[in-house]
Structure formats: C-alpha cells, structure tokens
C-alpha cells in the first residue's frame, strides 16, 4: 500500500527554539518569583500532564517540591511567552509541507498543553498548514501512547500502513508509531536520540526539507 499522508512532531522536528529551553525556563522562573527550576524537572512534570489545558498543573507539581507559595499559572504564563517568542521554524519546512500536500493528506500531532502548543501554531503562522493539527491536551492520551496516534490517524482518515509519521524522539515518536502501526521516520541531530531500528528510515535535521518528500514517495 502506498503512503497516503504524512504525520509530523511539532518541538525540535518542524520547529526549534532560538535559545536554549534551559535558560528560557530559569528566565521565566525568576521573572514569575518561583524559585530555580531544573529542566529535567521540568520535563518529568511535563510528561505527567501531556491531556491538559495549560502548562499550570506542571508548574504546580514543581512549585510545591519546593513548597513555593507562587501561582502556578503565573510561572506557566511567563514560560510560555518567552517560549512562544523563541519558537521559529526550521528552513525549508513551511515549503516542504506545502509541497507534500499537494499529493498527501498532512497532519499535526504534537505533545503538550493545549493552549502552551496552540500558541507555537499561532506565532509560527501554520493553522493552514496542515489538513489537521492536534495537540494532546485535547485528547485522551500523550504521545507515545498509542491513542494519541489513532486520533491522529481517525483525522486524517488513513489507515496506520499507509500513514508516515515524522519525529525527534525515540521514545514518543518512533516508539509511539511504530505501536500504532504506523511508518516512522525518525529525525537526527544535534541533541536527538540515536538512530532506532523500529523506524523505516532516518534523516538528519538539516536535510529534512528535502530529503523527506523523495523518501515518502519511494515507500
């Protein structure tokens, strides 16, 4: 069965930040009053609360380790202001995905709070960008969890066999879709996990834009 549409991750797959996450987080921090703030906190918490509206129930769970008397929602809105203003896309992906959707179907699947990932839509100027854009908030379950890729796949109206999906990590991408029974490509570079067996192919951030469409047609 040929490939009939094409599922991407949106954070450090389509888009990146200008500046590193960490220091965004300890700026946001400081400037809501909380105190420091570690990523690898930040990202257990983050885990934990993929189906939520904002980014407060995480701030929440690292405030109160360290027994912060801070409002959760004002640190969530300072992390998420300076996040959405470092988000850019990466070159040659808006062209990319222009071009796959003249043969196929093309979606969004992205983890993270509904209105923290919404945000990152709106700056990088994508709603029309893809035939559907879902963030996990809004569903049932995070990626890798395999109900997030059949909401996916629900909205494309494509069957897993016939369906790409496009992402950085190992263990919410590839794992994730392959689960499902989809055709995962995995995208490799600076920071991203090694190269994985389960997925179909492997391609390195900056060839992406190009690389992408001649693979997807060759499957």
């Known amino acids: 069965m ?3 549409a094409v599922g991407f991750d949106l954070d450090y797959t389509l888009a990146v930040p200008t500046r ?3 220091t965004i987080l300890s700026e946001a921090a400081a400037a809501a009053g909380a105190p420091p703030l570690t990523r690898e906190a930040y990202l257990r918490a983050h885990q934990e ?8 129930p995480i701030f929440e769970a690292l405030l109160d380790e360290h027994g912060s008397p801070v409002d959760p929602e004002r640190v969530a809105t300072a992390y998420r202001e300076r996040i959405t203003d470092a988000v850019v896309p990466v070159e040659g992906v808006e062209a990319m995905l222009a071009g796959l959707r003249t043969t196929y179907r093309v979606g969004l699947l992205t983890n993270g709070p509904v209105v923290a990932q919404e945000a990152k839509i709106d700056k990088l100027g994508w709603r029309d960008h893809f035939d559907t854009a879902l963030v996990t908030g809004a569903l049932p379950a995070g990626k890798p969890d395999e109900r997030a890729f059949e909401a996916l796949l629900d909205s494309l109206g494509t069957a897993p066999d016939e369906t790409v999906y496009v992402g950085d990590s190992v263990h919410h ?5 392959h689960d499902a029974g989809m055709l ?3 995208v490799l570079g600076k920071g991203c996990d090694d190269p994985d067996p389960r997925a179909v192919a492997h391609i390195h951030h900056d060839d992406l834009p190009t690389a992408l469409p001649e693979l997807v047609a060759d499957l």
Do not use: H
């Open 2 to 4: 040929s490939v009939s």
């Open 20 to 22: 590193d996450r960490e």
């Open 49 to 56: 609360n993929l189906t939520r509206e904002t980014r407060a």
């Open 173 to 177: 991408d590839i794992a994730g879709a």
């Open 184 to 186: 995962p490509v995995q």
